[in-house]
C-alpha cells in the first residue's frame, strides 16, 4: 500500500491531530507541557494521526471528525475513522497495546485493540467491547482480529477471535471495493465490502465470531430469512433441501465443515447445532411438519 508523504509541524497546540483542510495535509505535533502532552515522544499517537493521513489519501474510512474517546458512543463513521487510525498504530508496531503518555512519564494512558481494555499505568476501567461497534475501541479491535496471529477468547463464552489473515484482505476490502459507489466509510460498510458477491474473502464464521467477541451479533441468515439452509445452497424447490440434511449429518458425524452461516445450520433456533436440527428439517421435508422459525 502506497503511504504518503506529509509535512509534521511542531507547535504549542492543544492536541496532536491531522489536518486535511486547508491543503496540504499535515500533522500537528504538540509541544504543551500540561495534560496528555507533549506528544513529541508519543510513538503510537502520531502513527494514529499519519493512519488518518493514509486514510484520507486512500478515500476509507474517513468520512466524520469529531471529539472522541475510546469507550465513547459515537457515530457510526467516527467509530470506524478512529478505530482505524488506532488499528494503523497498532499494525505498524505489531503492538495491540496504544500507549499515549504525560509530561515527564507521570501517566500512561493505554488503550488494547486485542480485547477492548482502557485504562492509567496499568490498571483497567473498562472495555469498549461491552459498547459495541458504535465505539472505535471495538471496531479497532475488530480490525485487529482480522489481522493478528493471537487467538482468544476475552469473555470465556467459546466464541472468540480464531482467525489470523494478515493485513491484504483488509486493505482490499478497504481501498480496492465499493460499497454504493464508494469506498467503506464505517464497519458496516467493510463487513459488506469484505462479503461482496462473486469475489467474497471468506472466513464467514471467524469474522461472526470476531463481531460478536466485540460486542456485535451479525445475522447471517440468506434468501426469505428462514433457518434451515446449511449448505448456503438455494436449490430448485427453495432454500431448504436434502442437500442441506446431508451437510448436516456430514458436519455432525463424519468431521465435515460447519454451514457457512451458524444461524442457519440451528435449524430450530435452539443456540447450537444438534440433532434436533436434523429431526426438524427432516420432519418439515418429508413429514409434513412445521417449517424452521425465522431469524430474528
Known sequence: MYVPQTDVYLD???????????????????TLTTGYHPETWDRDIILHEYGHRVADFHDFFFSDTG???????LTLN????????????????GDPLIEDKDYGFMNVYQWSCENG??????????????????????????????????HDDYDGDDRGDT??????NILIAL???TVNGHHPDNIDEFWEAWFEMNSMLGHSNAMQDIWYEHGEIIHCCNG?????????VTGIGGAID???????????????????????????????????????????LFKGGPPPPYCP
Open 67 to 73: 471529539v472522541h474517546a475510546w469507550n465513547d458512543t
Open 117 to 150: 481494555e482502557w485504562g492509567e499505568n496499568g490498571a483497567v476501567y473498562g472495555s469498549a467491547n461491552n459498547y459495541g461497534k458504535y465505539t472505535q475501541g471495538a471496531v479497532a479491535g475488530i480490525l485487529w482480529d482480522i489481522f493478528d496471529q493471537a
Open 78 to 93: 467516527l467509530a470506524s475513522t478512529e478505530a482505524w487510525a488506532d488499528f494503523f498504530a497498532a499494525w505498524v508496531t
Open 242 to 284: 436434502v442437500g442441506d440434511l446431508t451437510y448436516l449429518v456430514k458436519y455432525l458425524f463424519k468431521s465435515g465443515p460447519p454451514p457457512p452461516c451458524k444461524e442457519e445450520g440451528d435449524a430450530d433456533g435452539s443456540g447450537s447445532i444438534d440433532v434436533a436440527d436434523l429431526t426438524l428439517l427432516t420432519c418439515y
Open 12 to 30: 504549542a497546540y492543544t492536541q496532536c491531530e491531522y489536518v486535511s483542510d486547508p491543503p496540504p495535509p499535515l500533522i500537528r505535533i504538540s
Open 224 to 232: 426469505d430469512g428462514m433457518r434451515g439452509n446449511a449448505d448456503g
Open 175 to 177: 481501498k480496492d471495493r
Open 163 to 168: 482467525l489470523w489473515d494478515g493485513i491484504d
